[in-house]
Nanobody
């Protein structure tokens, strides 16, 4: 239902953009967001965006990352600037989705690895 893309190897200071598209027989999508996880640690919030564009960011990424949303495409983006090695993680997209055939449900994408290294 959620397909993330845009990860890879990035140099410190780099500015990649992640995308996550929701697909299926979608009636509506509420909150969408990005989370990240490193081995041995819990998954943590990076940023969320409401259906109407209200955003929320983790303190560690404020001022460097920007989440945006295209409701017509059921897609969110994460523009990542000034990347640091500590941003290395698997990034997961998340969304609350209502399908025509199912009630509201929270979905996770498959994750995309971002490695920040020179």
């Amino acid at each position: 239902q959620l397909q993330a893309s845009g990860g890879g190897l990035v140099q410190p200071g780099g500015s990649p953009r992640l995308s996550c598209a929701a697909s299926g027989n979608i009636a509506s999508i509420n909150s969408m967001g990005w989370y990240r996880q490193v081995p041995g640690k819990a998954r943590e919030l990076v940023a969320t965006i409401s259906k109407y564009g209200s955003t929320n960011y983790a303190d560690s990424v404020k001022g460097r990352f920007t989440i945006s949303r295209d409701n017509a495409k059921n897609t969110i983006y994460l523009q990542m600037n000034s990347l640091k090695p500590e941003d290395t993680a698997v990034y997961y997209c998340n969304a609350d989705i209502l399908l025509y055939s199912s009630p509201w449900k929270n979905y996770w994408g498959q994750g995309t690895l971002v490695t920040v290294s020179s």
